[in-house]
Each structure stands twice: as structure tokens, then as C-alpha cells.
Nanobody, 115 residues
Framework: QVQLEESGGGLVQAGGSLRLSCAAS????????MGWYRQAPGKLRELVAT???????NYADSVKGRVTISRDNAKNTVYLQMISLKPEDAAVYYC?????????WGQGTQVTVSS
């Protein structure tokens, strides 16, 4: 089993920045892709960004240029640096990790953006 613990969410004004962190623990050997998804009220969970263990990244079009995903493989931690935040970025942000074919989710961290 893999446990994921997110941190770094909170309230920020529009135009501000936040950095989310997600630390994986437990049976972490073999984790390949890690990433972030988000879910706003009344909407489906959607991809924000992912990163493989080799550093290959993928971003949702809605966040390109404003979000940077990075990873520290030694610490089994993935980061999401967000700048120029918009009210529509407000959501619960979930950390995700995939190990072979099994996916794991964190509990989520709330990001609130005030206009």
C-alpha cells in the first residue's frame, strides 16, 4: 500500500501563488507516475499535471504556463507550484501516484482563490 499526504493548500488572492506538496510513504518502490488532480464543487475530477519518475511532465491546457510540477524521487515527494491563480483554480487538489497498474489517491487539500 501507498499512502499519500498532501500539504500546502489554503486561501490565496487571485493572482497569488501556492505550492502544494505530496509525500508518499509505505510501499513506495516502483511508483512511476505521480501527479495532481482537482475537483471543484459540482464538477468532475480533472487532471492538473503529472510527472513520471524520469521527469516527463504533462499539464492540463488550463494551467499551462502557470503551474510547474516537480518531483524529488529520493523523498518520494511531488510538488505543484502554482502562480497567477484564478478563482476558477479553486478546488480540492488530490495527489495521485501510480505503481504498476495500481493507482493511489491522497485525501485532498483545499485551494481557495478569492477574487
Amino acid at each position: 500500500q501507498v499512502q499519500l499526504e498532501e500539504s500546502g493548500g489554503g486561501l490565496v488572492q487571485a493572482g497569488g501563488s501556492l505550492r502544494l506538496s505530496c509525500a508518499a510513504s509505505g510501499s513506495t518502490f516502483g511508483i512511476n507516475t505521480m501527479g495532481w488532480y482537482r475537483q471543484a464543487p459540482g464538477k468532475l475530477r480533472e487532471l492538473v499535471a503529472t510527472i513520471t519518475s524520469y521527469g516527463s511532465t504533462n499539464y492540463a491546457d488550463s494551467v499551462k504556463g502557470r503551474v510547474t510540477i516537480s518531483r524529488d524521487n529520493a523523498k518520494n515527494t511531488v510538488y505543484l507550484q502554482m502562480i497567477s491563480l484564478k478563482p476558477e483554480d479553486a478546488a480540492v487538489y488530490y495527489c495521485y501516484a501510480r505503481k504498476v497498474v495500481q493507482g493511489y489517491w491522497g485525501q485532498g487539500t483545499q485551494v481557495t482563490v478569492s477574487s
